[in-house]
């Protein structure tokens, strides 16, 4: 059995292009293999908007000194929800052996600030009629 290593990682939450922290954010760290997905760690970002560092399994480092070896990170996605805002997925964010990893996300106010926004259907408009806003 291959020797098991453990890397570390913590998100920090922000808004307004990186300049507010967004407390409360729910953030939930999950493998992915294939279309089977499995939960490791679900957090909630501080009033600095900064999550905890959670430990994560990652291959050892002792991988990466070996040429050609592919297994050298471990790879997650990582789900951040808060009320008001637009869900952000991030993708195959890599967790090294013996490293913190700190991932960014920034997420985007919805418009009026409460649930997901309707589509906008152009076809409710009638040529001549005011429309009903």
């Known amino acids: 059995m291959e020797e098991q290593g453990t890397g570390f990682i913590t998100v920090n939450v922000r808004t307004a292009g990186g ?32 999550s905890d560092i959670v430990a ?28 008001g805002f637009y869900h952000v997925t991030n993708e195959n964010v890599a967790v090294f052996d013996g490293v913190t990893a700190i991932q960014q996300v920034l997420l985007v106010p919805i418009a009026g600030g409460l649930g997901v926004p309707e589509p906008y ?13």
Request: net charge negative.
């Open 56 to 83: 994560l399994p990652a291959p050892p480092k002792e991988n990466s000194l070996q040429p050609g070896n592919q297994n050298v990170c471990t790879f997650y996605t990582i789900d951040t929800d808060r009320e």
């Open 121 to 133: 259907d152009l076809t409710r408009f009638t040529a001549g009629e005011t429309p009903n806003l």
């Open 19 to 50: 300049a507010l922290p967004v407390e409360g954010a729910v953030i939930t760290i999950r493998t992915v293999n294939g279309t089977d997905s499995t939960v490791v760690a679900v957090m909630i970002s501080d009033a600095g908007g900064t």
